[in-house]
């Protein structure tokens, strides 16, 4: 499995944001061009959309590729273990719901 696999149509990633951090977004559309991939996300807040084209290598190695985000069910969570991607964005998330929306 590469990580192409990881990014398909209505997976919600993390883009970093200059004044909130990160903010979400969303795979659109995930396709091969030239043997090349081209993955179209949907950023919160943004009228834009943000495209990414990438080749397989950089696939395989997953550079500049946004982090996956977990499911909503995880989100806010006490015990970050259980999260399923744990990275910088998650964490940080995680502990933002925990404080301001559950306690």
Do not use: C
Not at 23 to 31: H, Y
Not at 68 to 97: C, K, M, Q, W
Request: no cysteine; net charge negative.
């Amino acid at each position: 499995m590469s990580q192409v696999d990881f990014y398909n149509q209505g997976t919600r990633v993390w883009f970093p944001d200059p004044t909130k951090g990160f903010v979400s977004g969303t795979v659109i559309s995930n396709t091969e061009v030239n043997g090349k991939y081209k993955i179209v996300f949907d950023i919160e807040g943004r009228e834009r959309k943000h495209e990414l084209l990438l080749t397989k290598e950089e696939m395989k190695q997953g550079k500049n590729l946004p982090q996956l985000r977990n499911p909503p069910v995880l989100e806010g969570i006490d015990d970050l273990t259980l999260l399923s991607h744990l990275h910088e964005p998650a964490g940080i998330i995680s502990f933002y719901i925990y404080l301001f929306y559950i306690t």
